[in-house]
């Protein structure tokens, strides 16, 4: 999957229904989209969604059934990777920063702990 290629929000609806169900038919995108197009309107989505690469197709007797192209986490890894590089110059640092400046409400004692073990296990592993 390329890490530039962006997805529009009903691209990222889509792709979030997928990787719930691990594979979905147009039928089963439609029927759990928010305020859903036309059929042939989500059947185009999913064309597109496979021509950008963050999909693959298997046909199932006269349907497609569509898969993502990625693990859920792989494509967390190349989207935060994209992300660090775009906005934050390729800084782990400032995006960490921006991070906790946006969720410092959100963070219990334990979110913390756990934060403070990953960064210690990074330093050791040299990351």
């Known amino acids: 999957m390329k890490a530039q290629t962006s997805l529009s929000r009903r ?3 889509i792709m979030d229904i997928i990787y719930q169900l691990k594979e979905a038919t ?3 995108v439609l029927e759990r989209l928010p305020d859903p197009p036309s059929y042939s309107a989500v059947r185009a989505l999913l064309r597109v969604l496979e021509n950008k690469g963050h ?3 298997k046909q199932d007797g006269p349907r497609y059934v569509f ?3 990625l693990s859920r986490e ?3 890894q190349t989207a935060l990777q994209h992300l660090r590089k775009t906005f934050f110059n390729g800084s782990t ?5 921006a991070l906790l400046d946006i969720s410092e409400d959100d963070l219990s004692e334990e979110d913390y702990f ?7 296990k990074a330093r050791k592993e040299g990351r």
């Not at 640092?93 to 920063?97: G, N, Y």
């Open 11 to 13: 691209e990222r609806q």
């Open 26 to 28: 147009v039928a089963q």
């Open 55 to 57: 999909l693959c197709h």
């Open 67 to 69: 898969s993502p192209t």
């Open 74 to 76: 792989a494509a967390r």
């Open 93 to 97: 640092e400032e995006i960490m920063a």
């Open 114 to 120: 756990r934060l403070q073990e990953l960064i210690e």
